[in-house]
């Protein structure tokens, strides 16, 4: 993300998402009854009496509109901003229903009445370059290939292995190369558009034949490789594994979710020891900060993104006092298995300097 203007003087950010990355970014960011302005393309009706009645032109033009829901799909990696107009040229009326489709490398302004310091922490760190990584997960059942995003990991393939009973050893060894052979063109299929690392989870030999298979086959996708650690399961089960135990610390602790899982295994630790430095829930929680406790406040992406202005300003007022109290504040990801935990403790914890009551 490229930041090119803001005046928080005059309440606006003008910014240029440069990843797909950045439309989950401001999927957080951009909240209801805030202005987004960018080109954005609408169809206007003719006015020539030759034109049928419904026909109509469709222009590029320069419009605003006032928010009334953000939607982010991550699978297309499309953002849509839905509102109503409330700035465009005189061709096109105002106040009626228009929905923003953000584009890459195209720049876009937001407006808000506040721009809290999350928020503008936030963008300053998406614009902090974050390269992704390759993870590879294999055993004799399964495999799954993933690639780390800001947001979580997204599984691009996964797969089970049919081998044949190991007293047809033969039969079995060429049958793994054959799945062998699977896993390095899906490799490099999801690898073509850049020259990502790769990090090698396995159970057992496994994962050291593959690394043999692959410095045989395609030395390249070999050197890629940066590290290599044993799970307990293969396929998706042993990517989420290694994010929970940070075996996956040593290659990817640059990237947001590594921090993001650390947090959470944190407060799973402290609740699992039954420990008294530790509040969760909204009252509980504010509760701690009136007393000057908190130290690290963990609060779910989601909880702020759907929560009614009212209660939105009430965080981030709670958030601004833990702040002042030197405390931390960590906005968790809700699209992967750590921030799926903190849903289930109310979205909201705090790690505590001292026990209270």
């Known amino acids: 993300m490229k930041i090119i203007e803001k005046n928080l003087q005059k309440n606006f950010v003008k910014l240029i998402p440069t990843s797909e990355d950045d439309f989950w970014h401001l999927y957080n960011v951009i909240y209801r009854n805030d202005e987004v302005y960018a080109y954005s393309s609408r169809a206007i009706k003719s006015d020539s009496d030759y034109s049928r009645p419904k026909s109509g032109e469709r222009i590029s033009a320069f419009i605003g509109v006032k928010v009334d829901y953000v939607s982010w799909d991550r699978f297309l990696g499309r953002l849509r901003i839905h509102g109503t107009i409330c700035h465009a040229p005189e061709k096109i009326p105002t106040g009626v229903h228009h929905t923003i489709v953000v584009s890459l490398h195209k720049p876009v302004t937001i407006v808000k009445e506040t721009w809290p310091k999350h928020i503008i922490d936030r963008l300053k760190k998406a614009t902090r370059t974050e390269k992704s990584i390759i993870v590879v997960s294999i055993d004799d059942e399964s495999f799954a290939i993933a690639q780390t995003k800001q947001y979580g990991v997204d599984i691009k393939v996964e797969e089970r292995i049919r081998l044949p009973g190991k007293r047809n050893p033969e039969h079995r060894k060429k049958a793994m190369t054959e799945n062998f052979k699977k896993v390095l063109s899906s490799i490099m299929q999801i690898r ?35 590290d290599i650690k044993s799970v307990n399961n293969g396929g998706s089960s042993g990517i989420f594994e290694a994010l929970r135990s940070g075996i996956l610390h040593k290659a990817s602790n640059k990237l947001r979710i590594m921090e993001e899982t650390e947090i959470i295994e944190e407060i799973m630790s402290r609740l699992g020891k039954e420990e008294k430095t530790i509040s969760y829930g909204i009252d509980c929680v504010q509760n701690a900060a009136i007393l000057g406790a908190v130290d690290k406040i963990v609060i779910a992406d989601s909880l702020l993104r759907e929560s009614s202005e009212i209660n939105r300003r009430k965080l981030e007022h709670l958030m601004k006092k833990v702040e002042d109290q030197k405390g931390r504040i960590f906005i968790i990801s809700t699209e992967h298995e ?20």
């Open 192 to 226: 073509a558009a850049s020259n990502n690392s790769i990090i090698l989870l396995g159970v057992g030999f496994i994962k050291n034949d593959f690394t043999a298979f692959l410095l045989k086959e395609s030395p390249q996708i070999s050197k890629a490789i940066v």
């Open 338 to 357: 750590a921030g799926k935990k903190l849903l289930g403790l109310g979205g909201i914890v705090a790690l505590l300097r001292f026990s209270i009551n």
